[in-house]
């Protein structure tokens, strides 16, 4: 808003620059005697405009001003300029009125002497509608004025037009002969009575509609704008009686969707009728002629004249009926180019058609002699075949077929019985109620929930009855049919003071999904008890053919069930050791390494012998010659390992990769450790040597065998040599490096006929242990000795007598649910780990987790077996084993196997083998810690 307001100030004060230096000019030419006419002329013609000019800017500043005390400073400032204009003009007049004319006519010279006085002419801009007003206003104060001379009748038209109109006389001189021409030039170019006719038409085609009738401005200026051209019509000698007679009428296209040649048939049959109904309405008043009706769809043209076919009914009736209303002789083509009535159809606005030559005169060839006949087609369209009726004779066949309910309402979409019932009572109630004409009931009752269940059992039986082996079950289960229609069994208990029901139960199939869900709800109601349950509580109704069989099944599919009694997966097959494990190699070249603990300390100062410390111990161990090397770390942090593995490698040097679980510690850790040696100093120090660092997968201790067992030996000698006595930090450290020794002395393989001494790691640390070995003859032994007695049937064997047992801190109905997103498998192929998606607290988590701690809930009910972990899918819903993982003592090679049960004997939900062992030996190992 200030920017424009600064803009039109700037733009006035430019015109009042100019004005200021033509009023000087303007001083000079009337010095001189007798003053220059011609010059005076084109002052005053130049004054006047820039006047008008400077009053548009004016007025304009003034209507944005909001200041009182602004606007009272702008008009003054603006009538002080207009007062200046003004009296040079009185001065121009002065000196005009009495200088001779210059002009050889003595009428002329005898009229110059008149004062021009100020004209309230609007100014022509070239509107043709504005024509006629502005000229009989100009033609009656100016053109028709005798006392005026040319060249002031020429002064005044030039100042009273704008934009097209001055733009149209421009470069004619201002003399007495250029008047004559300039009005010639105007009344050709915007007194033309058909253009002005056009404009006006033009005009009233695009005035704005009115939308709502509660806007009142907007119907009067709607009126006043239709009035103006009206009148501007009347004006030209153009009345209502001389329009041409205009009519249409449209049809919005059906909902129900139609071919593009029946819609053009459609057309043709409201032409027809509006044609019909034209020519009735006159036929009063004028004779009509005869009447020509044109189409630009050949499909419909030829229905209409073509041979008479046995058409679809839709085409029958609407041909039939143009031809009643409109001769066909009367129906010619026109292409769809020329086509009037194809404009609005294709989106052209009321403005566009204003202007369009076809919309208001028609094809050219309406005005010239052309042979319409010529136009139309011969030939019948291909697309005319798709009408004719075909010859089909019609043939009833009758079809017995005795339907159930089951076929009209979809039992397999149910899962719950009382649901199935409650939908059928409702149908039943309806149906009953609108036979009596009943209002709208309020809720079911239980006759209706009992009909129910009578219709569905019958239509359940059904299918029984229709068996071919039904009459071999009625003999052996005694089966009879009671007074409603049920088959029930007979059995031997019908003297027994039981309910009818119990005494004699309904029969039903074994593989019908209603017999599944009488067992879903049975299984529910004994709050998901076992088989022999469920099954009596089933049995109490109702009589199941192979019933235990089909509620086991069942039961195998619960979800509950599975979800707090069902078994994990099955463990994969172990795996072939890693190459670092068997391949010879430096000591400490590929290690594990592992906490345990803590284990408490007294402190050295005697001030804190009331606190305990705690301690932790850090085993690491070599994959290839499993050799351990134990050190004290103070706390947990990954500052305190740091220190702890800067001392190992100093004494072992450093390792080329590490593994370890998925501890914090380790994590941060190896984080650490790869920065420090990808950094460009240690880089260069190590020769391009780093450290690769392995984690395990979480929840899965039996992956790391390799150093788990190890702590366990660590902890049984820790445990028989120290007992409960407590030492000092120094102490603990001689005793579990007198325990490293120790471990670093056991014998890979004792031999009965090997009289020599056995290989321990000691020998391939130092080369000896009691005497000198050479490395090379170490290795080879080792090669030859131990590596052979890994083969994979001692390997299975020895697992097959292993299993960890976990010590779950939740009960199992506290376990997470997710789903498995990613399966996680080993070098040889086999399925070992699985990614998890789960949540915890309203928060989506991810988890890593081996196939032995997740348990399968949902089951194919098609299979009778789960499949392996192998085929486990992406939408297959778990339950997850979050508890903490207790570490126990595991074999040495558990690492490389990543099992820990025993071999089930067939599918992942079969128990495990010597289940009564595996508990007795958890009792004890339980005891042996509380002691």
């Not at 004619?172 to 002005?196: H, M, P």
């Not at 050791?577 to 803590?598: H, I, K, M, W």
């Not at 390792?655 to 984080?671: E, L």
Request: aromatic fraction near 8%.
């Amino acid at each position: 808003m200030a920017a424009e307001l600064t803009h039109l100030k700037n733009v006035r004060a430019g015109y009042k620059g100019i004005l200021t230096k033509k009023l000087r000019d303007l001083e000079d030419a009337l010095k001189n005697t007798p003053p220059d006419r011609d010059a005076l002329e084109q002052f005053k013609m130049s004054l006047e405009e820039k006047l008008d000019v400077l009053r548009n800017h004016s007025d304009q500043i003034v209507a944005k001003l909001q200041d009182a005390t602004e606007i009272a400073t702008e008009i003054e400032g603006n009538e002080a300029t207009v007062d200046s204009v003004r009296a040079a003009l009185c001065k121009i007049n002065r000196a005009l009125g009495h200088t001779p004319t210059a002009s050889a006519s003595p009428a002329a010279s005898s009229n110059s002497k008149v004062n021009l006085p100020k004209l309230s002419i609007s100014p022509f801009e070239g509107n043709h509608t504005k024509w006629l007003s502005f000229w009989d206003l100009y033609a009656s104060a100016v053109h028709d004025n005798p006392d005026l001379s040319d060249i002031n009748k020429f002064t005044y038209l030039q100042s009273l037009l704008r934009k097209e109109a001055k733009d149209s006389i421009a470069g004619l001189a201002l003399t007495s002969a250029n008047y004559q021409s300039a009005v010639e030039i105007l009344k050709k170019r915007f007194g033309d009575s058909a253009q002005i006719t056009a404009k006006h038409m033009e005009e009233l085609m695009s005035v704005e509609a009115v939308t709502s009738n509660h806007n009142l401005s907007a119907l009067r200026h709607f009126y006043d704008t239709i009035e103006i051209h009206v009148r501007g019509l009347q004006a030209l000698g153009v009345s209502p009686e001389s329009y041409a007679a205009y009519a249409c009428k449209t049809r919005v296209a059906p909902l129900q969707s139609q071919t593009i040649p029946r819609l053009e048939l459609l057309g043709a049959l409201l032409l027809a009728r509006l044609v019909t109904t034209v020519a009735t309405s006159l036929s009063l008043e004028l004779a009509l002629g005869p009447t020509t009706c044109y189409s630009d769809s050949q499909i419909a043209l030829f229905w209409i004249k073509g041979i008479t076919k046995e058409w679809k009914p839709f085409v029958h009736n609407r041909v039939w009926e143009i031809r009643n209303l409109v001769p066909i002789e009367c129906w010619h083509h026109c292409s769809g180019e020329k086509n009037p009535a194809d404009l609005p159809s294709r989106g052209v606005m009321p403005s566009e058609l204003a202007k369009n030559e076809i919309w208001w005169h028609g094809p050219t060839w309406l005005k010239e002699d052309v042979d319409i006949k010529k136009l139309d087609l011969i030939d019948m369209p291909s697309e005319c075949m798709v009408e004719l009726k075909s010859n089909l004779q019609s043939v009833e066949l009758v079809v017995m077929e005795d339907f159930g309910i089951s076929l009209i309402i979809q039992i397999t979409d149910y899962s719950d019985l009382n649901k199935l019932l409650s939908v059928m009572a409702h149908v039943l109630m309806i149906i009953d109620r609108l036979k009596r004409r009943i209002g709208p009931p309020c809720h079911v009752g239980p006759s209706y929930l009992s009909k129910a269940e009578f219709l569905w059992l019958r239509d359940v039986q059904r299918e029984l009855v229709t068996r071919g082996d039904f009459s071999s079950l009625q003999s052996k289960l005694d089966l009879f049919c009671d007074d409603a229609g049920i088959w029930r069994y007979g059995g031997r208990l019908a003297k027994a003071e039981m309910p009818y029901s119990t005494r004699h139960p309904i029969i039903l199939p074994r593989s019908h999904h209603y017999t599944l869900l009488i067992i879903r709800r049975a299984h529910k109601r004994v709050l998901y008890s076992g088989v022999k349950e469920t099954l009596t509580e089933v049995r109490s109704k109702y009589w199941v053919v192979k019933g235990r069989a089909m509620v086991k099944k069942v039961l195998h599919s619960c979800v509950i069930c599975k979800r707090f009694e069902g078994l994990p997966y099955r463990a994969p097959p172990p795996p072939p050791l890693p190459s670092f494990r068997v391949n010879e190699q430096p000591p400490f070249t590929y290690t594990g390494v592992d906490y345990a603990g803590p284990v408490f300390v007294r402190p050295d100062h005697p001030l804190q012998a009331h606190c305990d410390q705690k301690v932790w111990i850090c085993l690491y161990t070599c994959c290839v010659t499993r050799a351990v090397h134990i050190d004290l770390v103070t706390n947990l942090s990954c500052h305190s390992f740091l220190r702890s593995f800067k001392r190992f490698t100093s004494r072992r040097g450093l390792p080329r990769r590490m593994i370890s679980d998925n501890g914090s510690t380790f994590k941060a850790a190896a984080k650490v450790i790869e920065n420090v040696t990808t950094s460009p100093v240690v880089s260069k120090h190590l020769a391009g040597i780093g450290i690769e660092w392995y984690h395990n997968l979480e929840k899965a201790p039996w992956w790391g065998g390799l150093f788990e067992r190890l702590i366990g030996l660590t902890k049984r000698c820790l445990r028989k040599a120290i007992g409960r006595a407590q030492f000092r930090y120094d102490e603990l450290l001689t005793a579990i490096t007198e325990i490293e020794a120790i471990l670093n002395s056991r014998p890979f393989y004792v031999s009965p006929d090997d009289v020599e001494e056995p290989l321990t790691p000691f020998h391939l640390l130092s080369g000896r242990r009691l005497y000198n070995l050479p490395d090379e003859l170490c290795f080879h032994q080792i090669e030859e000795e131990f590596t052979t007695t890994l083969s994979p049937v001692l390997l299975n064997r020895r697992m097959r007598h292993l299993q960890l047992t976990l010590d779950k801190f939740w009960k199992r109905g506290f376990w997470r649910l997710g789903k498995i997103r990613e399966l996680i498998t080993g070098l040889d192929g086999q399925t070992r780990g699985a990614v998890v998606d789960t949540v915890l607290r309203g928060r989506s988590l991810v988890l890593r987790r081996p196939v032995q701690k997740l348990f399968p809930l949902e089951v194919n009910q098609n299979q009778e077996e789960i499949k392996p972990p192998g085929s486990t899918t992406n939408d297959q819903e778990e339950i997850i084993d979050d508890s903490s993982d207790h570490r126990e003592d595991i074999s040495e090679h558990e690492f490389e196997s990543h099992n820990t049960t025993a071999e089930p004997k067939s599918g992942i939900s079969t128990r495990p083998k010597r289940s009564a062992a595996l508990e007795a030996r958890d009792k004890i190992f339980a005891r042996l810690c509380e002691d």
